[in-house]
């Protein structure tokens, strides 16, 4: 059983930071990427951040979308079992409801989209972001 347990959501004021963390149970051998998605209330889940792994390592190459480009970075612990998001000079349209997950990419090139499909999700947590 794969299980992706996201924390570190909360409530900041524009231009303030977070920093999300999504525990890692394994790395099962049918996903090579690893990333994470949003949704807000009233809107369709999107991708923010995807990046190719091997054996739970990420790798160098991250893929960001163009809203969060320069503001968020994914990483990662030397243990390789928590996955991070950093999020600096957050803004209102930040606010969702944030999701680890992993997925299969053929080639491997994990720009973070929810299709074709997505093999696991975490639970989420929120991130609000007021004016």
């Known amino acids: 059983q794969v299980q992706l347990v996201e924390s570190g959501g909360g409530s900041v004021q524009a231009g303030g930071s977070l920093r999300l963390s999504c525990v890692v149970s394994?790395?099962?051998?049918?996903?090579?990427?690893m990333g994470w998605f949003r949704q807000a209330p009233g809107k369709e889940r999107e991708g923010v951040v995807g990046?190719?792994?091997?054996?739970?390592?990420?790798?160098?190459?991250?893929y960001y979308v163009n809203s969060v480009k320069d503001r968020f970075t994914i990483s990662q612990d030397n243990a390789k079992n928590t996955m991070y998001l950093q999020m600096n000079s957050l803004r209102p349209e930040d606010t969702a409801m944030y999701f680890c997950?992993?997925?299969?990419?053929?080639?491997?090139?994990?720009?973070?989209?929810?299709?074709?499909?997505?093999?696991?999700w975490g639970r989420g947590t929120q991130v609000t972001v007021s004016s």
């Open positions: 997950a992993a997925f299969r990419r053929d080639g491997g090139y994990c720009y973070p989209s929810v299709r074709p499909s997505v093999d696991y």
């Open positions: 394994r790395y099962p051998a049918n996903i090579n990427c």
């Open positions: 990046v190719f792994t091997i054996g739970g390592t990420l790798g160098a190459r991250a």
